[in-house]
């Protein structure tokens, strides 16, 4: 028997595209990155909601840093599709190493869709905090590439979670059921993931919550973990691992 290798994405009937509509709002669906998406970005990270919590973004945002970044990310997103595209017509479900659908849209009663964040898997991006009780800088080089190395699949891979949300969508459990949908949906199925380590700066109460209110355990927190913008931050550590996942 063939399978589709995009299950359990849909496929919208007007552009082609899979989606993936989130569990408890129905108007809510992640999509592929766009090239369109770019000038969108610009407010959202030019907010202190937003970009007082991120660690990497650059402030102030600019329309070049949108275009800089989805030329970097949205191939390698692109790829993703399309490695499971390539393995259509296999009598196999293909095990993928990350999600390629981070775009978060709102779907208008029109049928217009409204770019309103991201989230995305990828392999641990702080490889420091990775089994200790501190950070661990001397061995982040090799614990990062010996991640890295694993083989797609394999349940010792350590993943990261990277979100934000426009804030005119905050507070209404969006992030919450995005995280559940993409977990359960896409990431325990079709990618294995069996751990996951991610990080909140100290303060970032709403980001810890959707982070809890998923499984995820706080781990430690880190008093002085990076300078951010010339004020050196502090982090939270949380954990979620699959034998402990409630659902
Ligand atoms: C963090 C973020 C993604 C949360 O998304 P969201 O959709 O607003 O979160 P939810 O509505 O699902 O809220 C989850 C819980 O957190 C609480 N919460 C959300 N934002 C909060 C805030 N600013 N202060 C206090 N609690 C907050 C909610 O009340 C809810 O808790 P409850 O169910 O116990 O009432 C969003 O605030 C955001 O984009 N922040 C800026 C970027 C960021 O911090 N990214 C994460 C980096 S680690």
């Known amino acids: ?89 296999s009598d196999k479900l293909k095990t993928i190493d990350g999600c390629p659908v981070p775009s978060i849209r709102e779907v208008k009663e029109d049928g217009t869709q409204v770019y309103i964040g991201n989230i995305t898997f990828g392999r641990c991006m702080h490889p420091e905090l990775i089994d200790t009780d501190t950070i661990d800088h001397e061995h982040a080089e090799e614990k990062k590439a010996a ?18 949300l426009d804030p005119k969508y905050h507070g209404q459990g969006i992030m919450t059921d ?5 977990l359960h949906e896409w990431a325990i199925p079709r990618m294995n993931v069996r751990r996951i380590l991610t990080g909140a700066f100290i303060g970032n109460v709403g980001s810890v919550r959707v982070f809890q209110k998923n499984g995820f355990k706080m781990l430690r927190t880190v008093d002085e973990f990076a300078v951010v913008r010339g004020t050196m931050r502090g982090l939270h550590v949380l954990e979620w691992r699959a034998d402990e996942d409630p659902v």
């Open 147 to 164: 991640n890295d190395a694993l083989q797609v699949g394999d349940p010792k891979i350590i993943y990261s979670i990277g979100d934000y």
């Open 1 to 89: 028997m063939t399978l589709n290798q995009l299950f359990p994405l849909e496929t919208d009937p007007k552009t082609g595209e899979p989606f993936l509509r989130l569990r408890k709002h129905p108007n809510v669906i992640l999509t592929p990155m766009r090239w369109e998406d770019a000038p969108h970005f610009v407010p959202i990270f030019n907010d202190p909601r937003v970009y007082q919590w991120l660690m990497r973004t650059p402030f102030p945002y600019a329309h070049k840093d949108a275009e800089d970044w989805l030329q970097i990310a949205k191939p390698k997103s692109d790829a993703l599709l399309q490695e499971l595209l390539d393995a259509q017509g």
């Open 178 to 182: 995005a995280l559940d949908t993409i």
